[in-house]
């Protein structure tokens, strides 16, 4: 078992940034690929950041390309997602996740999830 505990989000304005820490405990935190989702009201859950298995290469979804970063640290057992520029439609509950096998963007793929952490962008 994992347990993953998210903590940073907020409210903050358009432009604003947000850094999203996800604490692991559990089973050996680098034997696990790491990944953030969000799921906005309404709507299905989304991939927004996360780790190929060797860590070595990072992925992103498009509409947040160039303004989000995905890092980990392997010694305090905790994945972070800085957040810089945020737009009202970044507006969403925020996941982190941690899988051992299949592919880095389908949600499916996870198996353990954290309880979230709402990220709210004003205009």
């Known amino acids: 078992q994992v347990q993953l505990v998210e903590s940073g989000g907020g409210l903050v304005q358009s432009g604003d940034s947000l850094r999203l820490s996800c604490a692991a405990s559990?089973?050996?935190?680098?034997?696990?690929?790491m990944g953030w989702f969000r799921q906005a009201p309404g709507k299905e859950r989304e991939f927004v950041a996360g780790f190929s298995w060797s860590a070595y290469n990072t992925y992103y979804a498009d509409s947040v390309k160039g303004r989000f970063t995905i890092s980990r640290d392997n010694a305090k057992n905790t994945v972070y997602l800085q957040m810089n520029s945020l737009k009202p439609e970044d507006t969403a509950v925020y996941y982190c996740a941690a899988r051992d096998s299949g592919s880095y963007y389908s949600p499916l793929s996870y198996d353990y999830w954290g309880q979230g952490t709402q990220v709210t962008v004003s205009s």
């Open positions: 559990g089973r050996t935190f680098s034997n696990y690929a």
